[in-house]
């Protein structure tokens, strides 16, 4: 019953006693002027779309929210009424949605932005019975409704979950989902140390790896090179690592092994005993059997040039002469400018 006396359709009562239209669903709609469209609408939905002039309200459409979350202005009308909606207004909303009508609005080119906004402004029940209501059928095989979201929308649906929900709605999108509609990817840029130390990012980084193209996770892995060494050391970031080393590519494997390697060698120059560290250093500044210079060769290293800054560092007054002699002059060595610094 509309508040003007009018009754619409063969209505059924929902929980707040108000009457509820039932409609047809039209999963998937892509636009709204089809005369089989016009059809299905209500005679309110009708009286919405002609009358400018009237000042609506939310209160005015309960009963209809699933049909005006289907059309395009329905669908604005609402999400905009939403942010400011008291707390039984968005129950009435929330009750007429879910369950029974929330796969069928998220499949919707409108009425996915309707739930996105229950997820931004819901109760935090409201929001764990709607993530419950949808995570079956996220998480099986069909049908798969956040498939439909866009890609800008994907980040902004998924962000308000429970984290564990989050979790394996995230792992199984990473999964299954075209690579090109995984727009919330570029999200995690920026964000690698935080989800590499987080019991439930580490998993999520470890699935981008293996099931995204290169033009995708490169950004990424070249963000995670620079904190492998803190990495290595973490709970939860030591399995990302170790998940490079099994399933990376050569390069990424063999960087991070050098860069283990190097770390490796400056702890031992730094705890080493003053006979060991001399022992350590000598090896350095002694020529290999082809003559080849193996403080050349470290300049040259990415990695190897900080254990021979760190090794400029400790050594005695003596053997760091020996050093810095046999430094060649900087220019045509990327790394020099380090080198001659710690001199």
């Not at 919707?108 to 079956?136: C, P, R, S, W």
């Amino acid at each position: 019953m509309l508040h003007n006396g009018a009754m619409y359709g063969h209505a059924a009562l929902n929980a707040h006693g108000i009457p509820f239209y039932h409609q047809n669903a039209r999963p998937g709609r892509r636009h709204d002027n089809s005369e089989a469209t016009l059809a299905l609408r209500s005679p309110l939905l009708d009286e919405f779309r002609a009358n400018k002039t009237r000042k609506w309200e939310l209160r005015d459409i309960f009963g209809y929210v699933v049909e005006f979350s289907g059309d395009q202005h329905g669908s604005r009308f609402i999400q905009q009424k939403l942010e400011t909606a008291t707390s039984e207004e968005k129950q009435i909303v929330f009750d007429e949605i879910v369950p029974h009508n929330a796969l069928q609005l998220i499949q919707d080119v409108f009425g996915n932005y309707v739930i996105q906004k229950l997820f931004e402004h819901g109760t935090q029940v409201q929001k764990t019975i709607l993530a419950n209501t949808m995570e079956g059928h996220i998480l099986g095989s069909e049908p798969r409704p956040v498939e439909f979201i866009l890609p800008e929308q994907q980040g902004a649906f998924v962000k308000e979950l429970d984290p564990h929900v989050l979790k394996c709605v995230i792992q199984k999108l990473i999964e299954r989902v075209a690579p090109e509609r995984l727009g919330f990817v570029n999200a995690l840029r920026g964000n690698v140390y935080d989800l590499s130390t987080h019991p439930y990012g580490c998993r999520v980084l470890q699935r981008c790896f293996e099931h995204l193209p290169e033009d995708q996770t490169r950004p990424l892995m070249d963000e995670l090179h620079k904190y492998m060494i803190n990495l290595m050391q973490d709970q939860f970031g030591n399995y990302v690592v170790q998940f490079v080393l099994e399933q990376g590519k050569p390069h990424d494997r063999g960087q991070v092994i050098a860069k283990f390697a190097s770390n490796v060698c400056e702890k031992a120059l730094v705890t080493a005993s003053a006979e060991e560290r001399r022992a350590l250093i000598e090896e350095i500044v002694t020529p290999k059997a082809d003559g080849v210079s193996p403080i050349v060769s470290m300049m040259k290293d990415q990695f190897a040039n900080y254990v021979l800054q760190r090794a400029l560092t400790v050594a005695d007054n003596d053997q760091k002469e020996l050093l810095v002699a046999k430094i060649p002059p900087p220019a045509g060595h990327a790394y020099s400018k380090h080198l001659i610094s710690s001199k």
